[in-house]
């Protein structure tokens, strides 16, 4: 399977457990790894066939900076969720890394990793 990618997409949010946290907006990186079969966009240099990445970040930029949440946890599961949602995704490794929110530390997150749901005639 092949791999589409973003890495390193910054979006402010609003996101944490602590009553300051839930006042500010703050940066929030999100690294993605998607299972996508490109041979049909590469044999047809046709964009309806790839992965639109432009596309998807925008969407994932607008959820993150719209929806607040406690945990990290919650937002990588909100995300992969809107990643699934393209049916040709087969699975999404989502990184989500908060810059600062531990002293002496680059940055705290999780990553997970989410397939498809097999559909009724495929369980």
């Not at 589409?4 to 910054?10: A, D, H, M």
């Not at 009553?19 to 041979?39: A, Y």
């Not at 929806?67 to 087969?90: F, G, I, K, S, Y």
């Amino acid at each position: 399977m092949d791999k589409v990618f973003i890495r390193g997409l910054e979006v402010l949010s609003t996101i944490g457990v602590y009553q300051w946290e839930k006042g500010i907006r703050r940066k929030l990186i999100v690294d993605l790894e998607m299972g996508f079969n490109n041979r049909p966009a590469a044999a047809g240099d046709d964009i309806h066939q790839a992965l639109d990445y432009a596309n998807l970040s925008e969407r994932i930029t607008r959820h993150m900076s719209t929806t607040v949440v406690e945990l990290v946890e919650t937002m990588a599961e909100q995300v992969a969720t809107l990643v699934l949602t393209d049916n040709r995704v087969q699975w999404v490794r989502v990184t989500l890394t908060k810059p600062g929110a531990v002293p002496n530390a680059a940055g705290v997150g999780v990553e997970i990793l989410r397939h498809q749901q097999p559909g009724p005639s495929e369980q």
